[in-house]
């Protein structure tokens, strides 16, 4: 069984890398517990499942089947070293910082019990942005990003509750297909041939965008 070891929440800051005025990609962790609660559709929701954290591009990012960003630490530990520089949790703009569990093996689908109340779906992974490029100010970051095939994951809230650095994080549901996050992420952002292959995760859980561009044969265009 894996756990969180932060929960982390931005503040909005000036964004020099996109055309939204500001960004809450700089998330630190919180000191204590954290509500988190569906936060309603991308458009006109509130934005963050994360009470308090604060999204700038509301037309890519939030809302329900984004409400929580996953990425494990071990792969933080595995990214500051190859890049020479200590990077702290929340850095990548991810919501939950956590440790044994293989979140880009997840399977798109799978419910996750996280502390005592909170349940939640994995959905969708993270579509790197032009934002993360500028804020990493590495040299080809998202190419890098990309290759690595570790791009972490959304989670939609089916409950809501508080979530705290220390509670566990436990799998309680699993379907029975082999639609991975990392799987996802290949076929959406440069391997089209994958595409048929996310079908098998089902409209439900791939969601109405995941599941038309699957059916369609369209990927992401990263900015």
């Known amino acids: ?38 936060p309603g ?16 591009d509301r037309r890519s990012h939030g809302g329900d089947r984004q ?7 071990e792969d933080l530990d595995d990214w500051a070293e ?4 200590e990077l702290g949790n929340g850095y990548f703009g991810e919501n939950l910082t956590t440790r044994g569990v293989d979140v880009s093996g997840a399977r798109i689908g799978e419910r996750w019990r996280l502390g005592a109340d909170v349940v939640a779906r994995v959905t969708a992974p ?14 080809g970051w998202l190419k890098h990003f990309v290759r690595d095939r570790r791009p972490g994951t959304y989670l939609e809230i089916l409950e809501a509750g ?20 990392a799987y996802a992420f290949a076929a959406l952002i440069d391997s089209p041939e994958l595409l048929p292959g996310l079908l098998a995760a089902g409209r439900d859980d791939l969601g109405e965008e995941l599941f038309r561009m699957a059916s369609n044969g369209e990927t992401f265009s990263l900015g």
């Open 41 to 56: 559709p991308k458009h006109g929701g509130l934005g963050s499942g994360v009470v308090g954290d604060f999204i700038g």
């Open 1 to 38: 069984m894996g756990f969180i070891e932060t929960v982390n929440v931005g503040a909005a800051r000036p964004n020099p890398y996109k055309q939204a005025d500001s960004t809450g990609i700089d998330k630190r962790p919180a000191d204590g517990p954290v509500q988190v609660r569906p």
């Open 82 to 85: 190859r890049l020479g520089r």
């Open 67 to 73: 409400a929580l960003y996953v990425f494990q630490r």
């Open 126 to 139: 993270r579509i790197p942005c032009s934002t993360f490029r500028g804020w990493t100010g590495e040299k």
């Open 162 to 181: 508080e979530l705290s650095a220390g509670d566990p994080i436990e799998v309680i549901s699993r379907p029975d297909h082999d639609v991975t996050i």
